[in-house]
């Protein structure tokens, strides 16, 4: 399962944020591979993709950040085999 999320934090608690990802926060829990990570520093926002092998997954992942901002996360998938398999 391939998800989206988004991590927006308040610009006051930036240096926690840098922090926890200097001490390692930023590794991956057990089961979700980090595929893709962008960050907007001028909106205080990180998008990530992640791969899953279920939704337990993506919510111990998004638990460990929740008391440093907002997560959203979304399950997407891939465009090309969307549209291959509505085509038939």
């Not at 930023?26 to 899953?52: A, I, N, P, Y």
């Not at 279920?54 to 090309?80: C, F, P, Q």
Request: hydrophobic share 45%; proline share 1%.
């Amino acid at each position: 399962m391939l998800f989206l999320s988004v991590f927006t934090f308040n610009a006051k608690d930036h240096d926690a944020v840098i922090k926890r990802c200097a001490l390692g926060g930023k590794q991956e829990c057990e089961g979700v591979q980090v595929l893709l990570e962008h960050v907007d520093l001028s909106k205080h926002r990180v998008f990530r993709v992640t791969e899953v092998p279920d939704t337990k997954a993506i919510w111990k992942a998004n638990r460990a950040w929740n008391d440093l901002g907002e997560i959203e996360s979304v399950l997407v998938m891939e465009t090309e085999g969307v549209w291959r398999s509505l085509i038939g």
